[in-house]
């Protein structure tokens, strides 16, 4: 007995086209209008879920059971052959490129292949929102998730068979569609990617399309058990058509990821109204959807849909030495988007239409045909086998080649081993020059020099900025201009995120004994509160340098709060940012205009030192290396001697000021 084929469903294809365009131009062109065209993927979950469950109940339909292998073998030969070339291909050209594009590869590479990329990823920590380091192959995702489906859904549709109503079937698939979407509202406050990549937490949008199935009889086949009528020609396609337009609206609502689940239900809601109204019968909006264009990227929309995200990591990277983030280059984009319709056409002709027609078997005998064949057609074959011969073994090489961890992680932790070492470190004897500062808490490190038993034992040596003023006076008198100042690290505060953290290396060599509270993902919020306990504690210094605006735009009330606990008898040094993020150039300009507003506050321009020097960076583009560190360092010193050396003028004209005015006396009298 013959498996009937699946159902032909008008307007689906165009609804695919329409999914893949949402995903895709989210991430080769973030910076358009789609800031939540992540819910592309769940407009696929949804014509998933129904398609998968309407294929399984005209095949229960026509033959009273569901053959399971069958099933899976023709899941197989949709999927896996794809699925193959692009992840050998991506990585292989990733080991090319070389790097931090190789970091976690090996674990991505096995989730691929076993269908099980979103747990693998979420037991790694990685997130699907961060932008830093992005995974080579996190797209992946989605395809795990739907495949567990695949191998699920079949031996659990019989359960579901059990109820006899139509309508109580719809109802039990939607009231587990609403548990996974509240479990998603219940995981995602605390882990946002662990409730995007769960199956558990995501399968709401296949749930949605298992209802739509079961609740209209679609395994009768495409429109079989209903009859065209006023509504399903006019108005069921009306309120199609605005769905789908406001499909497009959602998938436009900025900051959609944190408003997870919410964005993503209501795209998966308005894809069931839009599947429902598409194939009615009589319905004009499956005519319309399947326009030769996007009925055309539809059958491919599953290759270019895998193609994509690779694509756009890997010409991003080879063009610009960065990793994909909010500012793709809009040429890498277009780049990107022409090479994916261009392989996933490619792919979709002579490779997986192919084995989907003829099965793994059947294209193997193929290809020995065309090793007997003519010359032409035997070197075409042998140069498809040399081929996937070569990325075969460029992935085995990637994937040995993987770094453990990023350029950026191995700088940062070789911060945090830097400050573990200082403030490990031996203090002086008692009485002979120790900082009057508390420690910092947590990443705190404070490396006391020799020279500042010199300063205690000599305490007419300095001016109180660090200049030699032993011989401030001429022989008549005259004031001396001030030397150059130096201000000693033991008089300086900093805390700061994970650029600081990165440079505390240089900034223990060039500040010798500045105390230093840094960590990973830190805010101006947080910076405001250890601010605040280091004064209450009486543990602030003198100078005051504070770096938080890598991680995010600057709040105003956190940074007047930082400035009213450093006080005014301190100098409060604010660090601007530089990292390939879109709201840095806000953060340096609120920087600039608080400085310009708030007495005795200065900027050290980290920005523009570090501008040409973009390989001290570590490949995000973010974090300093030991060189970039050195330059961090000297900028930060550059402006806290900077105020040194202001007051040490002004303090110098005063002083001549008065010795004029003596003389002026003294030559009266």
Request: net charge neutral; proline share 6%; charged share 15%.
């Amino acid at each position: 007995m013959t498996t009937p084929t699946a159902p032909r469903y008008a307007g689906l294809d165009g609804l695919r086209a329409v999914a893949v365009l949402l995903v895709v131009l989210y991430h080769l062109f973030p910076a358009w209008f789609l800031h939540s065209g992540f819910v592309g993927v769940d407009v696929f979950f949804v014509i998933s879920g129904f398609l998968i469950t309407s294929l399984l109940l005209r095949e229960r339909a026509a033959t009273g059971r569901i053959a399971l292998r069958a099933f899976w073998t023709r899941r197989a030969r949709r999927l896996l052959p794809a699925l193959a070339l692009v992840v050998t291909v991506s990585a292989t050209l990733a080991w090319v490129i070389g790097g931090d594009v190789l970091v976690g590869l090996g674990r991505q590479v096995l989730g691929a292949a076993t269908f099980s990329y979103n747990w693998t990823s979420i037991g790694a920590g990685a997130s699907y929102f961060g932008s830093a380091e992005p995974e080579l192959l996190r797209n992946l995702w989605s395809l795990a998730v739907e495949e567990q489906f695949y191998v699920l859904w079949p031996l659990l549709l019989p359960v579901l068979l059990l109820v006899r109503r139509p309508w109580l079937r719809a109802l039990v698939a939607l009231a587990l569609a609403a548990a996974s979407a509240l479990w998603g509202f219940a995981v995602a406050g605390d882990a946002l990617t662990r409730a995007y990549y769960g199956t558990d937490t995501h399968a709401f949008g296949l749930l949605i399309g298992v209802a739509l199935a079961v609740g209209t009889g679609a395994g009768a086949g495409a429109g079989g058990r209903r009859r065209a009528t006023g509504w399903t020609r006019v108005g069921m396609p009306v309120a199609g058509a605005l769905a789908l337009v406001t499909l497009v609206a959602v998938a436009s609502v900025p900051g959609g990821a944190d408003l997870y689940p919410a964005v993503p239900l209501a795209a998966s809601l308005l894809t069931a109204v839009v599947i429902a109204a598409a194939t009615a019968p009589g319905a004009w909006l499956g005519r319309a959807l399947d326009v030769a264009p996007l009925r055309w990227i539809g059958e491919r929309s599953y290759g270019i849909y895998l193609w994509h995200w690779p694509l756009v990591v890997l010409v991003t990277l080879a063009a610009t030495g960065a990793f994909v983030d909010t500012a793709v280059p809009v040429a890498a984009g277009a780049a990107a988007g022409v090479l994916t319709l261009a392989l996933s056409a490619v792919s979709y002709r002579m490779l997986e239409q192919p084995i989907r027609r003829l099965g793994f078997a059947g294209a193997g005998r193929a290809v020995m045909a065309r090793l007997r064949s003519t010359p032409v057609r035997r070197f075409g074959a042998i140069a498809s086998l040399t081929a996937g011969l070569l990325v075969v073994g460029g992935t085995t090489a990637a994937v040995a080649a993987a770094p453990a961890v990023s350029s950026s992680e191995a700088v940062v932790e070789a911060g945090r081993q830097a400050l573990t070492a200082a403030s490990v470190a031996p203090a002086p004897p008692t009485g002979e020059g120790v900082s009057d500062a508390a420690p910092a808490p947590d990443a705190a490190a404070t490396a006391a020099p020799d020279a500042a038993a010199t300063d205690a034992a000599d305490p007419d040596r300095l001016s109180g900025d660090g200049a030699d003023d032993r011989s401030a006076t001429g022989a008549d008198g005259r004031p001396r201009p001030p030397a150059p100042a130096a201000v000693d690290g033991t008089r300086v505060t900093a805390v700061g995120d994970s650029v600081m953290l990165a440079s505390a290396a240089g900034l223990l060599a060039r500040l010798p004994g500045v105390q230093i509270d840094a960590e990973v993902s830190r805010s101006m919020w947080a910076g405001d509160t250890i601010v605040q306990q280091l004064a209450a504690q009486g543990a602030l210094r003198e100078y005051v340098v504070v770096g938080l605006g890598t991680n995010g735009p600057v709040d105003a009330q956190a940074l007047q709060q930082i400035y009213d606990a450093v006080g005014r008898d301190r100098t409060l040094v604010l660090v601007n940012a530089a990292a390939p993020r879109d709201w840095i150039a806000g953060v340096n300009s609120d920087l600039a205009a608080f400085a310009a507003t708030h007495a005795g506050v200065v900027v050290a321009d980290w920005a523009q030192a570090i501008a040409p020097h973009p390989d001290m960076l570590a490949g995000d583009r973010i974090h300093p290396g030991p060189q970039g560190g050195g330059v961090y360092a000297d900028t930060v010193a550059a402006a806290i001697d900077g105020v040194a050396n202001q007051r040490a003028e002004v303090r110098y004209h005063v002083e001549l000021i008065r010795w004029a005015a003596d003389e002026a006396l003294r030559a009266a009298g």
